[in-house]
């Protein structure tokens, strides 16, 4: 069983950066793959960046390659998503997620998530 809790949320203007941490409890964590996803308002869930279980692969969704950054701590149980460059259609709120196996899922544990807003 692994519980996830999100942080690092907020409000932030267009070109801006945020970073989010996921910090996971469970003696397992180093075994897990991480995920982030984010859901808008009115859309589905989308699938962010993922890293595997060893933090040195990492795998992104299209719209936030090359602004987007994954890595973790397994010292430390945490996950961190670097944001830079931000636009307003990045305003989501942001999930973490782990799972035993596949990047782009399926996922088994979940975080509550944390709100990202970002203002033109």
């Known amino acids: 069983q692994v519980q996830l809790v999100e942080s690092g949320g907020g409000l932030v203007q267009a070109g801006g950066s945020l970073r989010l941490s996921c910090a996971a409890s469970g003696r397992t964590f180093s075994t897990y793959t991480m995920g982030w996803f984010r859901q808008a308002p009115g859309k589905e869930r989308e699938f962010v960046a993922a890293?595997?279980?060893?933090?040195?692969?990492?795998d992104y969704g299209d719209s936030v390659k090359g602004r987007f950054t994954i890595s973790g701590d397994n010292a430390k149980n945490t996950v961190y998503l670097r944001m830079d460059s931000l636009k307003p259609e990045d305003t989501a709120v942001y999930y973490c997620?782990?799972?035993?196996?596949?990047?782009?899922?399926?996922?088994?544990?979940w975080g509550q998530g944390t709100q990202v807003t970002v203002s033109p």
């Open positions: 890293i595997d279980w060893r933090r040195t692969t990492s």
């Open positions: 997620a782990a799972n035993a196996g596949n990047m782009r899922g399926p996922y088994d544990y």
